[in-house]
């Protein structure tokens, strides 16, 4: 295949290194606005070519990869959909679907369109932080396929079965609620509990002369770019609300009970929260 990949970031150049190691694709178009992102996917052997024309880029694909913050998603998928022609198939990468769906709902393209998210990733961004074999046992959550061409649709499950992809269909409204339990509230407390030990360490200067492993794995989140997780928030704002309604509710319990020096009952959440186990092994 030809692919264009629109957004040369950590998913769109990991998706690029995949496609070329498993040889589903033998020339890939970039699209980036940024020069230095263009520049160094084209060093890193992520893309053949730079394209700067959208149709040009389009017209040119077998497949199409959208893999822009969500905020911009919003305006380039439509002009990305403008320019496709029944021969291509048209992806999203991005971690909300519902606002995005419904922006594309009425375009006359609509079925060209697959609404995809890798459940893959790392705190870095930008084309250096790409990884080979990014995908390889991770999910694939295909949304309201339904809308899609049954062809569009076999072709982006033919391209990430290859890519070792554990397939999941989801309508968009749901894969952003559990998105946002699984994934989303995993960054939103990773940030605040940046925010809470970068405020201390003011203080203290030896906060960060005793982290360990443990605080490295739960603040590693918190590298992540504000570009991608502001218009991620912002798109399932209500949904974020409601699980960090019910993280609060969680910490302010687990502070009354320590308030209340009732370490039985401490003792009895851990081991409630011990039950993650049988879902994380």
């Given at each position: 295949?030809?692919v ?6 950590l998913i769109g150049?990991s998706?690029?290194l ?7 694709a033998?020339?890939?178009i970039g699209?980036?606005?940024?020069p ?6 084209i ?10 024309t959208l149709?040009?880029a ?11 913050p969500?905020?911009?998603?919003l ?6 959909l403008?320019?496709?022609?029944d ?11 519902a ?10 393209n ?11 990733g ?5 084309p250096?932080?790409a990884?080979?074999?990014?995908f ?10 339904a ?17 070792a992809?554990?397939?999941v ?9 559990h998105?946002a339990?699984?994934s ?13 030990v ?7 200067q030896?906060?960060?002369?005793l ?5 490295e ?9 504000p ?5 991620i ?12 309604d019910?993280?609060?509710h969680?910490?302010q319990h687990?502070?009354e ?18 039950l993650i186990?049988k879902?994380l092994?």
């Open positions: 295949m030809v264009t990949i629109i957004g040369i970031g150049g998706l690029a995949s496609l070329k190691e498993t040889g589903l033998h020339h890939i699209v980036d606005r940024s230095e992102n263009q520049r160094q996917a060093a890193l052997g992520l893309i053949d070519e730079v394209e700067n149709p040009a389009v017209t040119r694909a077998d497949l199409v990869v959208v893999a822009v969500m905020d911009a998603m305006s380039v998928l439509p002009q990305v403008d320019a496709a022609t021969r291509q198939v048209v992806i999203d990468v991005g971690s909300t679907k606002t995005l769906l419904a922006a594309v709902e009425a375009h006359p609509r079925t060209r369109f697959v609404a995809v998210h890798p459940m893959a790392t705190e870095y961004s930008g250096s932080a990884v080979p074999g990014l390889k046992g991770k999910t694939l959550v295909i949304c309201d396929a809308r899609s061409a049954e062809d569009a649709v076999a072709r982006v499950e033919a391209v990430f079965g290859r890519l992809m554990q397939l269909h989801m309508d968009g409204t749901a894969h952003d609620l998105t339990y699984i989303h509230i995993s960054h939103i407390t990773s940030f605040a509990l940046a925010l809470t970068l405020e201390k360490e003011k203080e203290e030896q906060i960060f002369a982290a360990s492993g443990g605080f794995s739960t603040v590693r989140l918190a590298k992540s770019s570009d991608m997780w502001v218009p928030f912002r798109q399932n704002r209500v949904n974020v609300l409601d699980v960090l019910e993280h609060i969680q910490l687990l502070r009970l320590l308030n209340q020096e009732d370490y039985p009952a401490v003792y009895q959440q851990i081991q409630q929260a011990n186990k879902i092994k």
